[in-house]
């Protein structure tokens, strides 16, 4: 499910489509044991607000493409949130004006499932690599302590129990 995300001019614009249709969505937030705390029924609006800690307005929708106001949103962008994952795009006025609401979301929303495929790929590449192994530096922890890293403090603890075993003598019987 899509979301789009921009400033009053924008959603204005999207508002002209034949087939958007205004729903406000949820109330931003509910009252629970005494408090007001954010409505979580609205899955991508509880999201957003506690990324950005932001309250969002749902305007309407385009059969499953919900559109939501950020009044401190000042550029004339679009965020486009495909499974919590962010693609932001700049306004096109040109294209805007020449072409319909329909087709400027459609080609918006082609970009995203292209930039999102490439995204799953270079993630895919990026696992299927192999993971070298840091070593630590066992003397960096006295030489700056405050540059030790846990690869450092394992490699220390390793030389130390190496030391302490060969180094041990047994008590001798008399």
């Known amino acids: 499910m899509y979301s789009v995300i921009s400033n009053q001019k924008i959603i ?5 489509s034949r ?11 509910v009252e629970k044991n005494g408090e007001r705390v954010y409505n ?30 950020d009044y401190y949103i000042r550029q004339d962008v679009i965020a486009v949130y495909l499974d919590n994952e962010e693609f932001v795009f700049d306004f096109d006025p040109v294209m805007a004006k020449e072409k319909t609401p329909e087709f400027y979301i459609g080609h918006i929303l082609k ?18 690599q192999p993971v070298e192994e ?3 530096n066992p003397d960096l922890l006295m030489k700056n302590p405050g ?3 846990y690869a450092d403090l394992e490699a220390y603890i390793k030389k130390k129990q190496a030391e302490r075993y060969s180094t041990q003598e047994l008590p001798k019987k008399e």
């Open 12 to 16: 204005s614009f999207f508002k002209t």
């Open 19 to 29: 087939y958007f249709k205004t729903n406000l969505g949820l109330v931003n937030t």
């Open 40 to 69: 979580q029924r609205d899955k991508f609006a509880y999201f957003y607000n506690n990324q950005y800690k932001t309250t969002i307005y749902g305007q309407g929708n385009i059969g499953d493409i919900m559109f939501y106001l």
């Open 111 to 128: 970009e995203v499932d292209s930039q999102h495929e490439q995204r799953k790929k270079e993630e895919e590449e990026r696992k299927a």
């Open 134 to 136: 840091k070593t630590g």
């Open 147 to 149: 540059a030790v890293t």
